[in-house]
């Protein structure tokens, strides 16, 4: 079962919000409700690439996943805000409006660093945090000059979905080995239109969201974090360990798990090898 629940940001932002399994048949946690846990993309995501992971969380938690604005089925302004506040406001409107609190963040990515920025500003909210390989430190100008020249590589639009899977997953030039779960995440962000398949988020958008970040370090933020916290890397992702064991460092509360064979989308490489290395904190953190 999958059903879709719409949520409104602070700035009136319709969101997306998505259920992709039938409620826990038994409640458990606070007040006999299911405890909640609500799934954060990175950035280009969708909820949909939550979907494995939202089912087998549904045996025991209410888990819910979240089209954060600009991506997926969530409104696209035109001229945003894509920025860190307007982010970490809509999942503080989400969570309140469907009752998660107190609420588990899982997070990838981007969804990771907007996880323990609410987990920061709002500790009343937040039950435990999943970071998954988000890097803390600023990555600088040239990061962003990369991925402007990446955006402009894209051969869109693509003719057919299995050209979509073929280019990001063998053909891409940041792909160093052939990846065929990259290049399935990535045909779960395309839509057709009338002259072939293109993304349903605008990439002048996804850029001046990333801006928004890329060019801050995020330590103090994270040493704010009173909840539990979990730091995820994959080891051939972009989360390097020295880094990743310095952010668990910083956290108050901070563990750690790494996920072997898995690149940057660690759930969609490895989604048994993930599951494996967060469900002993979630069952930790859930019990009383």
Not at 91 to 109: D, K
Not at 115 to 125: E, G, M, N, S, V
Not at 257 to 269: S, T
Request: proline share 7%; with cysteine; aromatic share 10%.
């Amino acid at each position: 079962m999958v059903q879709r629940i719409d949520v409104t940001g602070p700035d009136g932002v319709r969101l997306a919000a998505w259920e992709f399994a039938d409620p826990p048949k038994e409640a458990e946690g606070d007040a006999g409700r299911a405890p909640g846990v609500l799934l954060l993309h990175g950035l280009m995501g969708r909820a949909s690439h939550w979907a494995s992971t939202a089912r087998w969380l549904s045996g025991r938690h209410r888990a819910v996943a979240l089209d954060q604005r600009g991506h997926g089925r969530s409104d696209k302004p035109a001229d945003g805000p894509y920025t860190r506040d307007a982010y970490v406001a809509d999942a503080e409107a989400a969570i309140i409006q469907l009752g998660l609190a107190p609420v588990t963040l899982i997070g990838h990515s981007m969804g990771a660093l907007t996880a323990w920025q609410l987990a920061a500003k709002r500790p009343d909210l937040v039950r435990a945090v999943v970071i998954c390989d988000m890097r803390a430190s600023a990555l600088g100008i040239a990061s962003q000059r990369e991925w402007e020249d990446w955006f402009m590589s894209w051969p869109v639009p693509f003719a057919t979905l299995a050209d979509v899977r073929k280019w990001f997953g063998e053909d891409d030039p940041w792909v160093e080995r052939p990846n065929p779960s990259r290049g399935e995440f990535f045909a779960e962000v395309m839509a057709e239109s009338a002259d072939g398949w293109r993304p349903v988020f605008s990439r002048r958008q996804m850029l001046k969201s990333r801006e928004t970040w890329v060019f801050d370090a995020h330590w103090e933020e994270l040493a704010q974090v009173q909840c539990p916290a979990l730091v995820v890397r994959g080891l051939d992702g972009e989360l390097g360990r020295a880094e990743s064991q310095e952010m668990v460092r910083v956290l108050p509360r901070g563990e750690y798990a790494e996920v072997a064979d898995a690149a940057h989308l660690v759930h969609y490489d490895q989604p048994e090898a993930w599951r494996a290395a967060i469900e002993p904190f979630l069952d930790a953190v859930v019990t009383p």
